[in-house]
């Protein structure tokens, strides 16, 4: 048995400056970038999030800029397994989270407990 739900969108930016996407998304999206968070970092910027919302983080990479989702679980080899069950296939195994892809096209990624109160909210799986 383990648990998972939406965790986080994540803005891939193709771009050199990550503050300035960021001050755009912030703007865009009514919510500031917030400094202080541990996950304000290298190429990582969040944004203030309620903590009963996905986290949203914007990102600089090197691929196309495009938005994915982060599931995030108590158990990622077991929700891995469960989503290859559906489609999914893995793109590449990480340090801490696994990149995927549906059977749709869109990658997302499996990543450890990242927000509080969990698995309130997230799904059971047995």
Avoid at 98 to 116: L, N, S
Wanted: proline share 7%.
């Amino acid at each position: 048995m383990h648990h998972s739900r939406l965790c986080a969108v994540l803005i891939d930016c193709n771009v050199s400056d990550v503050d300035k996407a960021a001050g755009f998304w912030a703007g865009a999206l009514g919510r500031a970038v917030d400094p202080g968070h541990p996950g304000t970092r290298g190429n990582y910027r969040m944004l203030e999030t309620p903590p009963d919302e996905p986290i949203v983080q914007i990102q600089r990479v090197t691929h196309e800029s495009r938005v994915h989702i982060d599931i995030e679980t108590d158990d990622i080899p077991a929700e891995v397994l469960r989503l290859e069950g559906l489609g999914a296939v893995v793109v590449s195994r990480l340090e801490r989270w696994v990149v995927m892809q549906a059977p749709t096209g869109q990658r997302f990624c499996v990543v450890r407990v990242q927000r509080p109160g969990f698995p309130k909210n997230a799904n059971r799986w047995d």
